[in-house]
């Protein structure tokens, strides 16, 4: 390996040899920056990551081994870097930094922060505390043959939160449970099954007909279809999944008739949801057996996790991934539960076999094991020259910041593929910080609606503070001239509040509430919006966000096609499900993971945003930037896109 210190002038060098720098994980991104680092002369780093090392890491994280699986990511890095650069002073810690212990003070004795991280609330979380310790953070991500590198300095440029990401779509009850129109929804469903019989059981992730769905409406005339499906479920429907799974010895036969034939025969009786739609076609095992002794299954070629196999093949997987989850639990002891894993193979097949039935019920086609554990388990393509070449940018943009020349600094678009009139890297101008940003405005206020009446102050603390707004450990004062607190930090403190709703405190219309985050040094002004009503399955909803699709300046259509055409592929859903975004929206994109896993295996986002030109650095031509989004929005973008498939290289 070559160091380049000696390729420096000599204040900068004397510079990386003295400041000390942080690095926010230790992954794809993580492994290939902290080689840079010390191959440039940085000589003081501290890096943290909460994760330890799995197999699956290996074909791109270069500095673990086999020999590490299963020990923590941060301290290996460090001792494989250290091997060959001893003379570095690197501290690892093995923690999320999240914790309270990495607080202000600790930011602060930075001269710069790094992320490689590869989930949104962590970078939420480390945007916050750089603002707060008014330290310039590099931010970057990558998925697949995509990826960008970006600067955020408070005051300057635009913080992580100042463009809104697309929020992580799910699916309504009534979908997944009556009325699945896509792959993704038998996934979840099948995924929520698995819960239901196996796992923590979840009244929100029913899998039985819905019989509240508003589409649905009973002929009262025609009770026998409903009556002989009632009587062969009747008893089911007094207890829950589990229990009657566990009543029957968790019988992989009766547990496949229940599930595709008699609660299929009780969604035919809702007659009205099958006027528009294609009524789905029950299964039962005899039936099936019988049918297919009489034949022989044609046997599957290529790669046996990317076979599709015949109806009775994923009934026979049921049975075995049934049996066998059931000795799991057996060999657990009473009251055991297991918990989901893409990596179980059992688990997998459960999933895989009951989702593939339940699309074949549902007249889609079926999909291959490979596939839905793509979507299932919340997979992007992970590949390691992008994470190379992102992690090359980073160091490029802290040697700028490093050397005082901040304005130069860009935010910096791996496209796809190079050509004749298309760029590999796009440079883009940093943007200014955004006026109504609820993080790094001079006065953060924001305005939620929601109905007093039924929101909890459980629900304001998890849902709205800490899942929607960042906060990691939220205080909340009523600004009602008494300073009444209604959350606090402070463990017992006001956990009798919890299971109050808001408007048992005197919170209405208008109400205004001061939510402080120490740790964060944040503080939010809410403004409480007063609803009876909101769209199905919402609880809250912030007013004045930018909508999905904000409208597209006038650009040169033929330009912009010129650099973006070929990222098609990522111009797709999340983990979970496949939309395809509009044609002009396939430009560069800015992703968010060099990692295979998402948050929640049941949402999915189109990319969509606005569209901003911007003079290129090098060349008087111009470059389109693509706003932000999560990293759930590439997840699995080739998952469903045979087209595409040579596209992945690294597919956990």
């Avoid at 009325?179 to 995924?191: D, Q, R, Y």
Wanted: with cysteine; aromatic share 6%.
């Amino acid at each position: 390996m070559v160091h380049l210190v000696g390729s420096l002038r000599k204040e900068l060098a004397d510079s990386l040899s003295t400041c000390k720098v942080l690095v926010v994980g230790a992954g794809g991104i993580g492994c290939e920056l902290l080689k840079n680092l010390v191959l440039t002369g940085f000589k003081n780093i501290e890096v943290i990551d909460l994760d330890t090392i799995d197999v699956s890491n290996l074909n791109r994280q270069f500095l673990f081994q086999k020999k590490h699986v299963g020990k923590s990511k941060a301290q290996v890095a460090k001792e494989s870097v250290l091997q060959f650069c001893p003379s570095a002073n690197i501290t690892a810690y093995h923690d999320s930094i999240m914790n309270p212990d990495y607080n202000v003070e600790f930011f602060r004795k930075f001269m710069l922060v790094m992320n490689a991280l590869d989930n949104r609330a962590a970078r939420n979380h480390v945007n916050r505390m750089c603002l707060a310790a008014d330290i310039p953070l590099i931010e970057s991500g990558t998925a697949g043959y995509l990826g960008q590198v970006t600067v955020i300095k408070k005051g300057m440029t635009e913080c992580y939160e100042c463009q809104p990401k697309p929020t992580q779509k799910t699916f309504p009850g009534c979908t997944i449970r009556n009325t699945p129109s896509e792959p993704i929804h038998c996934i979840v469903w099948a995924k929520y099954l698995f819960n239901q019989l196996f796992g923590e059981e979840d009244a929100d992730q029913e899998v039985s007909p819905d019989t509240a769905d508003p589409e649905a409406a009973w002929n009262p005339e025609d009770t026998a279809a409903r009556a002989t499906a009632s009587e062969k479920d009747g008893d089911i429907k007094r207890v829950s999944t589990k229990e009657w799974a566990r009543s029957t010895g968790y019988d992989p036969i009766k547990l496949f008739n229940k599930l595709f034939k008699d609660d299929i025969m009780y969604l035919l009786t809702m007659d009205k949801l099958w006027k528009k739609r294609k009524a789905p076609i029950p299964l039962e095992w005899q039936q099936l057996e019988k049918s297919m002794c009489s034949q022989e299954e044609t046997p599957c070629s290529g790669l046996k996790d990317q076979q599709v196999l015949g109806v009775w093949g994923y009934c026979q997987l049921f049975q075995h991934s049934v049996e066998t989850l059931r000795l799991q639990l057996q060999d657990k002891g009473e009251g055991a539960e297991l918990v989901w894993d893409k990596d179980d193979p059992p688990a997998m097949d459960f999933v895989t076999s009951a989702a593939n039935l339940r699309m074949h019920i549902f007249s889609m086609n079926m999909k291959s094991r490979f596939d839905v554990k793509s979507m299932a388990g919340n997979i992007i393509p992970a590949i390691a020259t992008t994470n190379a070449v992102i992690a090359g940018l980073i160091v490029l943009e802290g040697l700028k910041i490093l050397s005082g020349e901040l304005e130069s600094c860009r935010t910096i678009f791996l496209n796809k593929c190079p050509s004749l009139r298309k760029k590999l890297l796009v440079p883009c101008i940093l943007d200014p910080p955004s006026a109504n940003c609820y993080v790094c405005a001079s006065k953060p206020e924001v305005t939620v609606k929601l109905n007093v009446h039924k929101t909890m102050v459980l629900t304001l603390q998890d849902r709205i503070l800490k899942e929607r707004f960042g906060m990691v450990a939220p205080d909340v004062q009523i600004e009602d001239g008494k300073g009444t607190i209604l959350i606090s930090s402070e463990e017992g403190e006001t956990e009798a509040n919890n299971r109050k709703f808001l408007s048992d405190f005197g919170i209405r219309n208008g109400s205004r509430l001061q939510a402080d985050d120490f740790l964060q040094d944040y503080t939010l002004l809410i403004t409480v919006l007063h609803t009876e009503e909101l769209e199905r399955d919402l609880e809250f909803e912030v007013v004045g966000e930018a909508p999905d699709k904000a409208p597209t300046p006038q650009t040169n259509q033929e330009e912009v096609n010129s650099i973006t055409n070929g990222n098609k592929d990522f111009a797709q859903p999340s983990t979970s499900s496949k939309v395809s975004a509009p044609a002009e929206d396939d430009d560069i994109m800015i992703v968010d993971s060099d990692e295979e896993e998402v948050a929640s295996s049941s949402s999915a986002a189109a990319t969509t945003g606005t569209k901003r030109k911007h003079p290129s650095t090098e060349t008087g031509e111009t470059s389109t930037k693509r706003p932000r989004t999560d990293q759930s929005t590439a997840a699995t973008a080739s998952a469903d896109n045979n087209d595409d498939d040579d596209d992945i290289i690294a597919l956990d």
